[in-house]
């Protein structure tokens, strides 16, 4: 399936099909010079199955995980553009997750004043959400993605024969974004989770998804309005995932999508969490937090959406449809002490 995500001049196609990886050369403006910025946790076949496709690839493998998104490894992405004498009329290519998304994204958005970009994202996560949308970020002082710009790709190929190499934890972490953008604007999608099969209805899940992201994205797409809605669960969330970061790398922090998970709880009503606290349990993704509540509340101090002591903040009270509501910080702990 093709979605075309109208966006005037910056307009792109996003490809949903199985096996778009191979048919990358039918798909992509690959002859020319391609940058395929990828990591150590994808698996290699994916970058040469691209770097196949290109008349000059150039691979560049970096380390996993959220320490990639930092000011040195986005210098050494552009010094290898650089090195490598890539031009305006070449362009950079992601393969992997949310973080090579943002990470290349952002450098191909800062080379030359902008070249092209094409994202292949590996990760449910990435799939159903970020690789769409055109933020790209890196992380600066323990701030989560306050560097960046919003830079649109060229083209997306979501292929989720990929998936397959996920093990079941990021695979389930990612769905997490799912349910968030089903409990603010697609009903039926949410019912889906509760009582359908994931595996079976996995393409709905991510083209459903993807339709909803992408009409958020085409009526507001830099967020100073409507698009805030797909926060849903992050405000909260990115203070959890702050703090858990330094662990994630040993194997005992949490993830994203969990993070997300966790942050929709105490905003949605309780008729709602009712009902989300059964599909959190089947999806695998936590339901409590035994964290440092006020640590998590000191990150959030420095949420993006914050003007002076107002947040805005998404809460559901109803499957499907969402509120945006100005909260003072102090409202905000209030709602974090439901993990208490």
């Known amino acids: 399936m093709n979605l075309h995500l109208n966006l005037g001049k910056n307009s792109y196609d996003i490809v949903v099909e199985r096996g778009s990886l191979k048919q990358a050369a039918s798909l992509l403006d690959l002859d020319r010079k391609v940058l395929i910025v990828t990591d150590d946790g994808v698996p ?37 553009l650089l090195e490598e004498n890539f031009t305006r009329s070449d362009c ?21 004043r902008g070249i092209d970009f094409y994202n292949i994202p590996t990760t449910t996560l990435a799939q159903i959400d970020s690789s769409i949308g055109g933020k790209t970020a890196i992380n600066l002082g323990g ?3 306050i560097v960046g710009a919003f830079y649109q790709p060229k083209k997306v190929l979501i292929d989720p024969d990929v998936l397959q190499t996920l093990d079941s934890r990021q695979f389930s972490a990612g769905l ?55 926060n849903f669960g992050h405000t909260i969330g990115h203070g959890i995932e702050s703090l858990e970061e330094r662990h994630t790398a040993n194997g005992d922090g949490l993830y994203h999508g969990e993070c997300v ?3 929709m709880l105490p905003l949605c009503s309780d008729a709602v969490r ?22 998590v ?21 109803e499957a499907g449809s969402f509120e945006l509501k100005a909260m003072t910080r102090s409202q905000l702990r209030d709602a974090l002490h439901y993990f208490a």
């Open 143 to 145: 701030i989560k993605n």
């Open 44 to 80: 290699a076949e994916y970058a040469r199955t691209l770097a196949a496709a290109c008349k000059t690839p150039v691979i560049l493998t970096l380390p996993a995980g959220e320490d990639s998104k930092s000011p040195e490894v986005f210098l050494s992405v552009l010094q290898k």
């Open 176 to 230: 997490a974004e799912a349910v968030k953008m089903a409990l603010t604007s697609d009903a039926e999608l949410f019912s889906l989770f509760e009582s359908g099969s994931i595996e079976e209805n996995l393409e709905t899940i991510i083209i459903k998804s993807l339709q909803i992201k992408k009409a958020v994205v085409e009526q507001d797409e830099k967020e100073t309005g409507l698009r805030k809605i797909l």
């Open 297 to 317: 509340f000191a990150a959030m101090a420095h949420d993006k959406k914050a003007k002076g002591d107002i947040v805005t903040t998404v809460l559901v009270e």
């Open 92 to 112: 950079v290519a992601a393969v992997g997750g949310g973080v090579m998304g943002d990470l290349a994204g952002f450098a191909a958005a800062s080379y030359m």
């Open 274 to 295: 009712a009902r989300l606290l059964p599909v959190l349990k089947k999806l695998g993704l936590p339901t409590e937090y035994k964290g440092d509540l006020e640590a």
């Open 261 to 263: 998970a966790l942050g």
